[in-house]
């Protein structure tokens, strides 16, 4: 079965965290929700709280096929400065396996070169920050293993993308309209 980790850090975008975290888990995805720092408590950016599965340190990145990184302004930069988690996403993507990112969070790959010559999305703000990519307005873009996505407004969208990488789409699709999405 995949196993996808999401990561969490002080300022997180509490939406796009969750929505992924919830779709996955209704479609029977195992994804663990990860602080990146040893608190298991972790305050999103609208001051809610979520307790994670995990800490960093307990995370075995073998068992793993895709790493997620959620937006926030604060989260974002505190996810960029873990060294560990960035050396993570760096093997990840140069393994071949999935990474995602939204809002905020894609101007991490940028920043670390994943987005030369990649089709890509961000929160309007930091587009800026994806060197090299091919900047769109969609939604969502899968390019090869990297997804990237927009902000909360399209954290659904995204969740049912990263979803759709390891489940049949008629699921994804059927999940759709379960929860009435459009």
């Given at each position: 079965m995949s196993k996808i980790?999401?990561?969490?850090?002080?300022g997180y975008e509490e939406i796009e965290a969750l929505a992924v975290v919830d779709v996955c888990r209704r479609l029977g995805l195992s994804i663990d929700m990860v602080s990146v720092t040893e608190d298991k408590a972790v305050e999103g950016s609208h001051r809610i709280v979520v307790n994670m599965d995990k800490t960093f340190s307990e995370v075995n990145f073998d068992e793993y096929d895709m790493l997620l990184l959620p937006g926030g302004g604060e989260g974002t930069r505190n996810l960029e400065v873990h060294q560990a988690l960035m050396a993570q996403i760096d093997a990840f993507y140069a393994a071949g396996k999935y990474i995602g990112a939204i809002c905020a969070a894609p101007s991490i790959f940028g920043h670390r070169g994943i987005l030369r010559g990649r089709r890509a999305c961000s929160y309007p703000d930091f587009?800026?920050?994806?060197?090299?990519?091919?900047?769109t307005a969609g939604p969502v873009e899968i390019d090869g293993n990297v997804i990237t996505s927009r902000g909360m407004g399209t954290a659904i969208d995204f969740a049912l993308a990263v979803a759709g990488l390891f489940v049949e789409q008629e699921k994804v699709d059927g999940l759709a309209r379960g929860i009435v999405y459009r």
């Open positions: 980790a999401i990561f969490f850090a002080k587009e800026s920050h994806l060197e090299g990519a091919v900047v």
